[in-house]
């Protein structure tokens, strides 16, 4: 199963939720926002509880999120390396760019698939890992990662 999230900001993903037509729609599940759902997939649903989310991350083989901090650490925590797919604003997907400053934060210090360009995500689906265990919890790395991205030269300095 590959689970697929946007998130619950309100601008639509349709950049993303289009290029899921080049998977098996019956392998998707998909968690698609204030759009039209995707045509075809297994299961889809515009919003879920964060429960269901949990248990989707879970069970699933590959994850394909939007760049929300949330979302990334529950699939790092699940032992997935997602596929990370930054909303933009010049696209009106978001109100800013920090998807985009984030995700080029995260992705030199490896743990995610930054995936720029939706016309390649059948290659990285086909390129995804997951461990065989979720990480024991050491996200030191990560964390430090999107501190240094929200505090720039700050992130040297106590907390």
């Given at each position: 199963m590959i689970f697929v999230t946007?998130?619950?900001?309100q601008q639509p993903f349709d950049r993303l939720l289009g290029a899921l037509g080049a998977l098996d729609p019956g392998e998707l599940v998909v968690q698609y926002g204030p759009a039209e759902p995707p045509p075809g997939v297994a299961r889809a649903e515009p919003y879920m509880p964060f429960e269901?989310?949990?248990a989707h991350l879970r069970?699933?083989?590959?994850?394909i999120t939007h760049a929300g901090v949330g979302s990334i650490l529950c699939a790092r925590r699940e032992g997935h390396v997602p596929i990370v797919v930054p909303r933009r604003h010049d696209l009106?997907?978001?109100?800013?760019?920090?998807?985009?400053e984030l995700t080029r934060a995260l992705e030199p210090h490896g743990g995610i698939v930054a995936?720029?360009?939706?016309?390649?995500?059948?290659?990285a689906v086909a390129r995804s890992t997951r461990a065989a265990e979720p990480p024991s919890g050491d996200t030191a790395s990560l964390r430090a990662s999107v501190r240094a991205a929200l505090l720039g030269d700050q992130a040297s300095s106590p907390a």
């Open positions: 946007v998130g619950t900001h269901r989310v949990l069970e699933a083989e590959t994850v009106g997907e978001h109100v800013d760019d920090h998807q985009a995936l720029w360009d939706v016309a390649e995500l059948t290659a």
